[in-house]
C-alpha cells in the first residue's frame, strides 16, 4: 500500500532550470494538493485539485503550475526556478476533500542555486 | 481569506507531564474543520486529530484532547502523559469550503520537545 508518492527525495536546480515534481496516489482519491514549507512559515498552499481536470490556485501560486489528467497523478512544475523556491514540498490527497484527513507524502527537499 | 494563528512558536514538556499547544482562528463562516497535525524530525506530516465545527463534544485520541471553544475562535490541543515520541512540530490547519474555495489551511507551527 503506497499512499502517496513523491519523487524526487531531493533535488537541486541552478536558477532558470525548469522541473517538474511528481506525485502519485494509489488510494482513488479525488481531492489533492501541493504545499510548500519553509522555516517559521508552516504549510502554504500551492495549487489543489478536487478532481481530475480540475485545478485551482492556493495562497502561493505563482512560479508553478499544476495539471490534473488523471486521478492518480498531480505534478508540479517549476517554469524558470528561483532561489526563492528553495523550499520542502509536500504532496497530499484525500477522499473528497480538505474537511477530511490529509494522506502526505514524504516531501522533496529542492534547493535553487 | 481564512487565518490560523499559533502563539508559541516553542514549548517544552517533562516526560509524563501534560502540556496544551494553543491555536486560534479567524473566520465569519459557521460550518468549518479543525485540525491538528503532527511532524516529527522524520519529516513526514500525521494527523493527530480532527474536529467538525457543529459538533460541541470535543474530539479525543488516546492521550489527545482538544478544547474547542467556537465562541472565542480557539482550538487547543492537550497532550496528557507526554511520551518522547512526542517530540515534534504541530501544526494546527483550518478548513472551509465555500464559494467554490476548498483550501485547507495551516498556522506557522509549535515546535514541542518533550525532556526525559
Known amino acids: 500500500n503506497a499512499g502517496v508518492t513523491q519523487t524526487p527525495k531531493f533535488q537541486v536546480l541552478k536558477t532558470g532550470q525548469s522541473m517538474t515534481l511528481q506525485c502519485a496516489q494509489d488510494m482513488n482519491h479525488e481531492y489533492m494538493s501541493w504545499y510548500r514549507q519553509d522555516p517559521g512559515m508552516g504549510l502554504r498552499l500551492i495549487h489543489y485539485?478536487?478532481?481530475?481536470?480540475?485545478?485551482d490556485q492556493g495562497e502561493v501560486p505563482n512560479g508553478y503550475n499544476v495539471s490534473r489528467s488523471t486521478t492518480e497523478d498531480f505534478p508540479l512544475r517549476l517554469l524558470s526556478a528561483a532561489p526563492s523556491q528553495t523550499s520542502v514540498y509536500f504532496c497530499?490527497?484525500?477522499?473528497?476533500?480538505?474537511?477530511?484527513?490529509?494522506?502526505f507524502g514524504d516531501g522533496t527537499r529542492l534547493s535553487i542555486l | 481569506a481564512q487565518t490560523v494563528t499559533q502563539s508559541q512558536p516553542e514549548m517544552s514538556v517533562q516526560e509524563a507531564e501534560t502540556v496544551t499547544l494553543s491555536c486560534t482562528y479567524d473566520t465569519s463562516e459557521n460550518n468549518y474543520y479543525l485540525f491538528w497535525y503532527k511532524q516529527p524530525p522524520s519529516r513526514q506530516m500525521i494527523l493527530v486529530i480532527r474536529q467538525e465545527a457543529y459538533k460541541q463534544q470535543n474530539a479525543t485520541e488516546n492521550r489527545f484532547s482538544v478544547n474547542f471553544q467556537k465562541a472565542a475562535k480557539s482550538f487547543s490541543l492537550k497532550i496528557s502523559d507526554s511520551q518522547l515520541g512526542d517530540t515534534a512540530m504541530y501544526f494546527c490547519a483550518f478548513f472551509y469550503s465555500g464559494a467554490g474555495s476548498y483550501q485547507l489551511t495551516f498556522g506557522k507551527g509549535t515546535k514541542l520537545s518533550v525532556i526525559p
Open positions: 485539485s478536487v478532481g481530475a481536470g480540475i485545478t
Open positions: 497530499a490527497s484525500s477522499r473528497t476533500g480538505g474537511h477530511q484527513p490529509q494522506h
